[in-house]
């Protein structure tokens, strides 16, 4: 399902910041308000957008983000359905999205601390014993994102969003309210979250600000159903050779002018970057597979492309942020 220029430039908009009011969008794109509603409730009919979600930088609040790959025995589709459904109704578990390659699944998940990771995983490991084959661990240090500049990009303009050294903060009862709220519809206006907490408007204008600055809210985004516009997303996952701090920001610059690549992530492990990229077709990923090649020659010691075949749910508010919420 192809996009028209106008719909391309609304999704860019909405990628920009969801919380853009219609007429904020129209004026940008020289249209109406009542065509721009019109558009966004046609994107969302027809399953291109699924929902509005509130990007929350979970680090921030001094949680440490880790990536499990796994290989599954030879199982078939309802069992490997039923293992997915488990999996993320665990509350440290944000995603599980369904691999090639390799891997089976990648299993994206929070923790408190290494100690509190260890002991949920070593549950996993035994709770599914029968199941797993193998895994590998790595653990997540921030990165950056790219946006998607496929769909449509003003001349001139790239976006990077860099994520991962700020300073950690204690959020209270109040902002995790207001986070909660936001997390199931970006778009939800000051009056109707102001009606669902029973927080003052003013209150929650100011710490909407407030997380902004800090960088625990880091956008509010479209989440795009890309099997309908056509696109394939895949990781990259690099060893490389130590990079001096020039390199590395020489490397995500180069990144960033690629229209296919959205982000990158930090990583400790057998991997140090994890590379997320969506491609129209296998040969744009092979395109882009050599093109990194190329650019990084012998600074590369190990490199691995994984089609990621579907992503199932993400939690974008998961309970454990409530565990230890103050007043």
Known sequence: MELNLLDSKILYELSINSRQTDSQIGKKVGKSQQVINYRIKQLIEREIITEFFTVIHFLAFGLSNYIIMVKLKNLNEKEKEKIIKELYQKKEILSVSECGGKWDLIVNTISKNSVNFQKEFSKLLEEYSDQIVNYDLFISMGGSSFGRKYIYQKKNERKTISFGEEKIVSPSATELKILQALSK??????????????????????????????????????????????????????????MTKKEETDFIEFLSSKKNAIGILKMVGKF????????????????????????????????????????????????????????
Do not use: C
Not at 312 to 317: A, M, Q, T
């Open 185 to 242: 519809n970006a778009r939800k206006n000051i009056i109707q979250i102001a009606s669902e907490t029973g927080i003052n408007y003013k209150t929650i204008i100011r710490k909407i600000k407030k997380l902004k600055t800090e960088g625990v809210i880091t956008g509010f985004r479209p989440f795009i159903n890309l099997s309908k516009i056509g696109y394939l997303p895949s990781k990259i996952y690099l060893d490389l050779n130590k």
């Open 272 to 327: 140090n970057f994890s590379i997320t990229i969506e491609t129209a077709t296998q040969e744009e990923m092979w395109q882009f597979y050599k093109e990194i090649q190329n650019y990084l020659k012998e600074k590369i010691r190990s490199i691995e492309i994984i089609p990621i075949f579907k992503k199932h749910e993400y939690k974008f508010f998961p309970e454990i942020l409530l565990a230890n919420q103050q007043h």
